[in-house]
């Protein structure tokens, strides 16, 4: 971890007898400055994984499904199995995500599409213009969700991580953690 992540822990570990804010307010408004973001938009939880666990809590029921790509973060199949939802793995070509063939997977029975982008584990990514063709053409029932774990390690012109599409769209939310920055253990997640 960074030396101020270690200074703070420090300065923290002096304040254990009082009660943290459940809202997580001061970080949310960290997030949010540096995002450019409403912290009332932003939700911080135990890792991205609680975030993601949560969501296929929330919109998948049994009978319904979930897509995602075969190489994808393993965690995406257990929670949608968790949910009692059916996991559909989809083809990539060349370790990549293949926007036409999550699109074809799609079903009426579709609630979520989960895309780690960049892909978690193979580090490949998907440019943000197929990203929004993904979108534009989902059915608007679709939560489409972007798990952007390893952002800050894409340095490519035709990457985003979503932030903006998650803001102006109904049916997409954008998760990010503090884990690939050194802080695992602080489990920190948001969306």
């Known amino acids: ?80 199995q968790a949910a009692g939802a059916k996991p559909v793995a989809v083809k990539e070509t060349d370790e990549r995500a293949d926007v036409d063939a999550i699109l074809a997977a799609v079903t009426p029975a579709t609630r979520i599409v989960f895309l780690a982008n960049p892909n978690n584990p193979t580090g490949t990514y998907v440019p943000f213009q197929e990203v929004r063709r993904l979108h534009a053409v989902l059915p608007k029932n679709v939560l489409l969700v972007l798990d952007a774990a390893y952002a800050e390690y894409v340095r490519r012109n035709d990457y985003e991580a979503g932030i903006e599409l998650a803001g102006s769209s109904e049916n997409v939310v954008m998760t990010r953690t503090f884990s690939k920055l050194g802080l695992g253990g602080a489990r920190i997640g948001w969306m």
């Open 1 to 80: 971890p960074s030396p101020k992540a270690i200074e703070a822990a420090r300065e923290m570990a002096a304040k254990l007898d009082v009660y943290p804010d459940g809202t997580a307010r001061r970080l949310r408004e960290a997030i949010a400055e540096v995002h450019g973001l409403n912290p009332a938009n932003i939700i911080c939880s135990n890792g991205s994984d609680e975030i993601l666990g949560l969501l296929a809590q929330t919109y998948l029921a049994p009978g319904d499904e979930a897509v995602f790509t075969e190489h994808a973060f393993m965690v995406y199949k257990i929670y949608i």
